[in-house]
């Protein structure tokens, strides 16, 4: 707590100008009486000058424990609060920063975790649809395959039968030239079936 003095420090300050003029009249007292020497030393002077000595001390000590040092332990006080409350938040800070990147890190997990299992979801979709499309094309070259053989049966019977036909009228057609007159047709249509037979 400060004190503040009944009169103005400037009176204060002024008693320590007051003593060096005293000690100076004093001195210049003793010169004009004829002394001579430093008179600092003249052992008359002694006492005004431990007089004047203990008054300025005592001022000066005053004015330190009062109003000198109370400022100096206030400024040092408020500085040394003021570091602290620097190191409180920066240490809120870095625990704030420690809890964002445990945070962030977390979510980070979390969120490959999720595309992890989206991937393995959109994976195992795709798998089903792939293998679905695959029985259906196998169904559908299945039943092509069935009726393509169907088709070429009945296009090789259609065949044959057209193959005994031209072979026949062939047949009938080289004998009227060979022989000048027509064959049977049974007997051409059984020579042509046993040829074809083997």
């Known amino acids: 707590m400060r004190v503040t003095p009944a009169f103005p420090s400037s009176h204060f300050l002024g008693l320590p100008m007051l003593a060096s003029f005293a000690t100076l009249a004093v001195a210049l007292a ?13 052992v008359n002077d ?3 000058q431990l007089f ?3 008054v300025t001390f005592g001022v000066l000590w ?18 040394a609060q003021r570091i602290q409350r620097d190191l409180d ?10 809890k964002a990147l445990a945070d962030y890190e977390a979510s980070l997990a979390s969120a490959r975790g999720r595309a992890s299992g989206i991937a393995k979801e959109i ?3 795709l798998g089903a649809e792939v293998e679905a499309e695959r029985v259906k ?13 169907k088709r070429i049966t009945d ?18 057609a080289i004998i009227v030239e060979l022989q000048g007159k027509p064959a049977g047709k049974d007997e051409i249509a059984g020579a042509i079936k046993a040829v074809m037979g083997r």
Do not use: C, Y
Not at 65 to 79: C, F
């Open 30 to 42: 003793g010169e004009a009486k004829g002394g001579s020497g430093l008179p600092q030393l003249n």
């Open 46 to 48: 002694f006492a005004p």
């Open 52 to 54: 004047w000595l203990a």
């Open 62 to 79: 005053w004015l330190m424990a009062n109003v000198a040092l109370p400022k100096v332990g206030s400024v040092i006080e408020e500085r």
């Open 89 to 98: 938040e920066a240490q809120r800070l870095k625990a704030e920063t420690e």
């Open 123 to 125: 994976r195992d979709k």
């Open 137 to 149: 094309i196998d169904r559908q070259v299945s039943s092509r395959v069935v009726d393509a053989e």
């Open 155 to 172: 296009m090789k019977a259609r065949a044959l039968t057209e193959v005994g036909q031209i072979a026949t009228d062939t047949a009938e």
